[in-house]
């Protein structure tokens, strides 16, 4: 099992989901209760929203 603590940055928590090679983590506050789960998927949405914003993110896909 995997965790993240609610303070942890996103890219610290995809960070987690590479080196332990799972698609979610388990969100769990200092005493170890569980608030949620955090997916690749929901990582993304948030990056695919500040990509919008971000014309570098373009340049990824023009690489001649």
Not at 18 to 44: F, K, M, N, T
Not at 54 to 59: E, F, K, L, P, Q
């Amino acid at each position: 099992v995997v965790t993240v603590h609610p303070t942890d940055s996103l890219g610290a928590a995809a960070k987690r989901l590479v080196e332990h090679r799972v698609g979610a983590l388990l969100v769990v506050d200092q005493g170890g209760v569980l608030r949620g789960i955090l997916s690749y998927v929901d990582i993304l949405a948030r990056l695919g929203v500040e990509a919008e914003h971000d014309a570098r993110a373009i340049s990824l896909l023009d690489r001649d």
